[in-house]
């Protein structure tokens, strides 16, 4: 209305006040560390992942190759250029177990060694299925070296990397005894043994002695 009390016709402006896009983060919220994890994000055409820059990246791939948490963030913008509010995932990237092998490195052949595994309640002895039994038994009837290998894996399903343990399989040596093999009665015979450092003979103790007197 102006100053002589004239009125003008009435005008309608419309106003739209557009809804706020809803952010969306969808996936495993846990993950063996150096596994991979890879989120889905919804919500709007556009995403902002982190606080990076907005664009049409729809997932993301989750970091592991360190043990802890993290919380993952996700914004949308829509056509209208409304923003959602921000979206935290938390993700929790679980350590891995380690395999230990404990027991002897060395055994006689057809001797008997077993070896302890141990780091969680599964292991995989030699690539076998995972499973309770946490010992061993190394096959010694042939001589020489072999490698044992052990994976264990934890109530997460996260899996050790493989630890190897060698064994020696030491071949027996051999008992040789030299010398006459008859004699007089009341005469001398004394018998030569070899084959290592430590000879037993009929039985006695392990010592240095070589040679045996035949009581005669």
Do not use: H
């Amino acid at each position: 209305r102006d100053a002589n009390l004239c009125e003008s016709a009435e005008e309608t402006f419309t106003v739209t006040v557009n809804a706020l896009p809803t952010a969306s983060i969808t996936g495993d919220s846990e993950v063996c560390q150096n596994g991979s994890l890879q989120l889905t994000g919804s919500g709007a055409a556009e995403l902002s992942w982190n606080g990076a820059a907005y664009g049409a990246t729809t997932t993301y791939d989750v970091t592991t190759t360190a043990s802890g948490s993290q919380n993952i963030t996700l914004k949308v913008r829509d056509a209208n250029l409304c923003e959602s509010a921000e979206e935290t995932f938390a993700v929790t990237v679980n350590a891995l177990p380690t395999a230990v092998m404990t027991g002897d490195a060395e055994v006689c052949q057809n001797g008997s060694l077993q070896l302890t595994g141990s780091g969680a309640a599964e292991l995989s002895w030699n690539g076998a299925a995972y499973g309770a039994t946490t010992t061993y038994d190394v096959t010694t009837t042939a001589s020489g070296s072999q490698n044992i290998t052990l994976k264990v894996r934890d109530a997460n399903l996260c899996e050790s990397a493989g630890e190897t343990f060698t064994v020696t399989v030491n071949a027996l040596p051999t008992a040789v005894i030299t010398g006459d093999s008859e004699v007089c009665q009341n005469g001398s015979l004394q018998l030569t043994g070899s084959g290592a450092a430590e000879l037993s003979w009929n039985g006695a103790a392990y010592g240095a002695t070589t040679t045996y007197d035949v009581t005669t």
